[in-house]
Structure formats: structure tokens, C-alpha cells
């Protein structure tokens, strides 16, 4: 019982909607996290957050998650956790640019370079163009193209995770669509894709 309440008396509606929430959120942070944890960093990556820092990057946004856990209406967690991948991606893209790191030395060696496996450096490849060309398309053009083309998300659904109107939805796509081929076609000519 609540100090100040009468026994028999029932919490507000708002404030019993509360007190449930407060309880549940523990496990609705975990099940945020394990429904969504790949669809955060692939985000991320794809918005130009580098790969070693990724990592990072998503326990920034799972962090700002579950401090607004509360916050977050049901169905719409998807929306959010896009929405705070793309404030982190666009400050950690501004952080390196000031940044700037020097290697000393010879870079690190892989651990797992698997040589011989053509298919393997081919997909290596196709990744690292994949990487360029999404680094060269503005920011607001690579948010829906990696929504749509990536993630397979509807434009609909892009729609209401960007809160745009349908419209600018199809317009960035279009536009992005247009960035991307030209961008394959600067890369085929200097004999970077096939």
C-alpha cells in the first residue's frame, strides 16, 4: 500500500500503469535487446559508424534505450532504436573526423585471414565497396536506402520509423538508388566491381 492511501483504495489508472511498467522494464529491456541487438549494429555500420567501434556504438544506443525504456511505446521500438543508431552514427562520424588517428607501425595482423578462399576475399571486397559507397551518399539518402535495400523494411514502415511523409520516403530512395549505381559504375570503371 502507498503512504497517504485509504485501505480498499485503488492506484489511479496512470499511476497502476506506472508501477506495472517499472516492473516489467528489466525484462523489456533484455527482450529489446535480444530481438534487436543485429539490427542495431548493422545499422550503425551501414550509417558509417566504423567497425571496430561498433561495438561501442551499440551499447550507446541500448543505454539510451533503457533509460527511456518507460518512454518507448509499444510496437514503436524499432523506430527508436533507429532513430538513436542515427544520432549516435552521426556523432561518432564527427568525433572521427576530428579525431583523426595515426597508425604507429604495421597495422595489426587478422586473426583469421583465411587465405586462399576466393569467396571469402570476394565477399570482403563487395563489403568494402558496399562500405564506400554508403560513406559517399549523404546521410539522410543512406538511412533509407539501408532501411530499404539492407533491411528489407518497408517504405511504410520507414515512413513511421523516420517520422517523413511517404513522399520523402520514395524521393530519398530514389535519389539513393541513383547515388548508389552511379557509384557502381565510378567503381567498375576504375576496375573496382564487376
Excluded: Y
Amino acid at each position: 500500500m502507498t503512504s497517504g492511501m485509504v485501505p480498499g483504495e485503488a492506484l489511479a489508472p496512470e499511476a497502476e500503469t506506472s508501477a506495472v511498467r517499472s516492473r516489467s522494464s528489466p525484462a523489456r529491456v533484455n527482450a529489446l535487446v535480444t530481438e534487436h541487438v543485429g539490427f542495431v549494429w548493422r545499422s550503425l555500420v551501414r550509417l558509417g559508424v566504423p567497425r571496430p567501434d561498433a561495438e561501442d556504438a551499440v551499447q550507446q544506443v541500448f543505454i539510451v534505450a533503457s533509460r527511456k525504456i518507460d518512454d518507448i511505446e509499444p510496437g514503436r521500438e524499432r523506430a527508436f532504436l533507429f532513430g538513436t543508431a542515427l544520432r549516435i552514427a552521426s556523432r561518432a562520424r564527427r568525433t572521427a573526423q576530428r579525431r583523426r588517428e595515426v597508425l604507429d607501425g604495421e597495422p595489426a595482423e587478422r586473426l583469421d585471414p583465411a587465405p586462399g578462399a576466393e569467396e571469402q576475399i570476394d565477399r570482403a571486397r563487395a563489403h568494402a565497396e558496399l562500405d564506400a559507397i554508403l560513406e559517399g551518399m549523404p546521410l539522410e539518402l543512406r538511412a533509407v536506402f539501408v532501411l530499404f535495400e539492407l533491411e528489407q523494411v518497408t517504405m511504410a514502415e520507414i515512413a513511421a520509423l523516420l517520422d517523413l511523409p511517404p513522399g520523402t520516403v520514395a524521393s530519398r530512395l530514389r535519389r539513393a538508388r541513383e547515388h548508389f549505381q552511379a557509384a557502381t559504375k565510378r567503381l567498375a570503371a576504375r576496375g573496382g566491381c564487376a
